[in-house]
């Protein structure tokens, strides 16, 4: 079992930024893959951006050139900077961590971005 915990969320201006952060607990393999999703009211739960043990990214095309994902595996730890904020951006942010083809999830934070 791995355990995920998210902080970060909030409430910000349009324009401003937010960093989640996610720590992993528990039966943690090496070689994994760590990232964000968000789901926002009314529709489906989608990719944000995802890094794996090795570095290597990927970014939903919405995000790209304002959000930065980043790891540190020491502390099994995974960050979102999140820069230029817009009003869709405003979601619920859920961490993911998969190893083995076994996903988690986080509970959840909830970024909202005024206009």
């Known amino acids: 079992q791995v355990q995920l915990v998210e902080s970060g969320g909030g409430l910000v201006q349009a324009g401003g930024s937010l960093r989640l952060s996610c720590a992993a607990s528990?039966?943690?393999?090496?070689?994994?893959?760590m990232g964000w999703y968000r789901q926002a009211p009314e529709k489906q739960r989608e990719l944000v951006a995802i890094?794996?043990?090795?570095?290597?990214?990927n970014y939903a095309d919405s995000v790209k050139g304002r959000f930065t994902i980043s790891r540190d595996n020491a502390k099994n730890t995974v960050y979102l900077q999140m820069n230029r904020l817009k009003p869709e951006d405003t979601a619920v942010y859920y961490c993911?961590?998969?190893?083995?083809?076994?996903?988690?999830w986080g509970q959840g934070t909830q970024v909202t971005v005024s206009s």
């Open positions: 993911h961590y998969m190893s083995r083809a076994v996903p988690y």
């Open positions: 890094i794996t043990s090795g570095g290597a990214t």
């Open positions: 528990g039966s943690i393999f090496s070689l994994n893959v």
